[in-house]
């Protein structure tokens, strides 16, 4: 079958101009949360439907496409990711975080520094970060537009009364330009620093909520936090097995029945580089 | 401010439900430090009046002065500021007033962190004081609401209510749905706090007994109108309204 059948990056040009409108108001206003009218995608929601949709309405045939799912290049959601757009779009893919103009993420910011120019689309499964503190969305929705974010703290005051620390560890709220607060979508909150004050685009993606939201380059952005318990981004304590970098997100693997285990890299791309690297350098 | 304006002026509020009128012809000054109790039988037009007063509720004419403002003409936003550091709100069911699902606490915190509290030792400090206040024991201050009492969660809304200094505070049947004994520390309680932070309150009560403790002066509502107004014992001992009469010697004698 011909993948040209479909007009260029599967959606239409008219659904792609509504979307391109709600990322430039995301754009304008950044940390709010733009409803756009979200399609049905060939794949189910909860598998980056919102993404997938900023990430067509971005390309252009010259771009190059990364797909990143928790850090790996080489995982389900985003194989077939990437797939789908080298058989609608027929964009250059790549697994170089440098090399790529667009990068389509779930759940990890790459740890090699984003660069201007290069555009980062989340996947973003509840866009809401005040949702299950208050239910009612259209109070929700006057507690953005009047900054009232007091229920927030009440939220990390919880945590720190229960677990003696912050204990969230993803989806970390943050608050942008002094405004809205944000759900980052699950990254970890070791990525929160990279947030603020990113060279590249960060576009937010949510497909079932049908809402998008953005941060441009070089935006101020705040993880929440309390005076006597700041925030803390965290990693496990230990560097990588495979590259040996002490200062990257690591995954813990279990790698037999008797509880052994290692830490790798979560960023696959800046591991395997490293490891190159390594064996460049003993090799000359 | 100056003990010589009213703190709440209310001229002529009346909310109308479609046809038929939920409160009319409302009119009344509250002084600082003063108890306005308003009593009157189930539909009479109480909570529809609070509702309107503590801008729940959107009236249909009339004014309400607030410190010589009219909250109907604020803005949204100011109001709602209003809302949460001047005025408090007390709901005769604790459940809603109180986030259940947030421990003793939060609840308590949870207006400091509205108006900007950041330091969480400080926000625990003045929480576990005011569980002391209230008579919670400070040790239940990570507990759920939903492991309290009726009587104690009531006490907890009171103290989430408080813990900014309001000026005025309304009420909406704070004992209903109490046992006797637990309603009479209440009102103890109740009695005790205004008195020492020269509190403001208009309560809304079907109960006269908590009206003849609390307040200092009483209106009487019947079918959205105010009927009789005045202190509390003259309207209570000696009641001109027949309506009045019959309310007064309705309460059963034990």
């Known amino acids: ?284 | 401010m100056t003990q010589d304006q009213p703190l709440l002026s209310v001229r002529d509020l009346a909310k109308m439900y479609g046809g038929r009128i939920g409160c009319t012809d409302v009119s009344f000054d509250l002084w600082p430090g003063e108890v306005l109790g308003i009593v009157g039988e189930s539909g009479s037009g109480k909570s529809t009046l609070l509702g309107c007063l503590s801008g729940q509720l959107a009236a249909d004419r009339g004014q309400i002065l607030y410190r010589g403002r009219d909250t109907r003409q604020m803005s949204e936003p100011e109001r709602r500021l209003l809302s949460r550091t001047e005025w408090a709100f007390v709901h005769q069911n604790p459940r809603d007033g109180l986030r259940m699902g947030v421990s003793a606490g939060g609840n308590v915190g949870e207006r400091l962190m509205a108006v900007g509290a950041r330091h969480y030792g400080d926000i625990r400090e003045t929480a576990t004081d005011w569980l002391g206040r209230v008579e919670i024991s400070a040790e239940r201050i990570d507990d759920r609401p939903r492991q309290f009492s009726g009587g104690m969660q009531q006490r907890l809304q009171i103290a989430r209510n408080l813990v900014t200094s309001p000026k005025l505070v309304f009420m909406d049947e704070p004992t209903g749905g109490l046992d006797v004994s637990v309603q009479a520390r209440l009102l103890d309680l109740l009695r005790g706090l205004v008195r020492d932070m020269g509190l403001s309150v208009i309560i809304v009560t079907h109960d006269l007994a908590v009206a003849r403790l609390l307040a200092d002066r009483l209106m009487v509502m019947k079918d959205g109108h105010v009927i009789e107004h005045g202190l509390t014992d003259q309207v209570l001992d000696d009641p001109q309204a027949a309506y009045t009469q019959l309310l007064v010697s309705s309460v059963l004698q034990v």
């Open chain 1, 1 to 284: 079958m011909t993948d040209q059948a479909y007009n260029f990056a599967y959606l239409d040009e008219a659904t792609k101009r509504m979307i391109r409108r709600a990322l430039l108001k995301g754009l304008a206003i950044p940390g709010y949360q733009v409803p756009f009218a979200s399609r049905e995608m060939p794949m189910p929601y909860g598998w980056g439907t919102g993404g997938v949709q900023v990430t067509a309405a971005c390309l252009t045939p010259e771009d190059t496409l990364k797909v990143i799912d928790q850090g790996a290049d080489d995982t389900t959601n985003a194989v077939s990711i990437r797939k789908f757009f080298e058989r609608t779009a027929d964009v250059a893919t790549t697994e170089a975080t440098a090399e790529a103009t667009v990068i389509q993420t779930r759940h990890r910011i790459p740890e090699v520094p984003l660069t201007e120019g290069q555009i980062l689309v989340y996947q973003v499964p509840i866009p809401e970060p005040l949702r299950f503190l208050e239910p009612r969305e259209s109070e929700t929705r006057k507690m953005h537009a009047l900054s009232e974010y007091g229920l927030m703290h009440v939220k990390l005051y919880e945590d720190i009364a229960r677990h003696g620390a912050i204990a969230t560890s993803y989806a970390y709220p943050v608050q942008v330009e002094g405004h809205y607060v944000m759900d980052p979508s699950p990254i970890p909150k070791f990525d929160n620093p990279k947030l603020g004050d990113n060279a590249a685009i960060q576009l937010f993606g949510a497909g079932r909520e049908q809402r998008i939201y953005a941060l441009p380059p070089y935006t101020r952005v705040v993880s929440l936090d309390f005076e006597d318990h700041p925030f803390e981004p965290t990693k496990a304590d230990h560097s990588c097995d495979l590259c040996g970098a002490g200062d990257t997100y690591l995954d813990e693997v279990i790698t037999d029945d008797q509880g052994s285990r290692m830490f790798v890299c979560s960023d696959t791309n800046y591991c395997v580089t490293r490891q190159a690297e390594a064996e460049a350098g003993a090799a000359q």
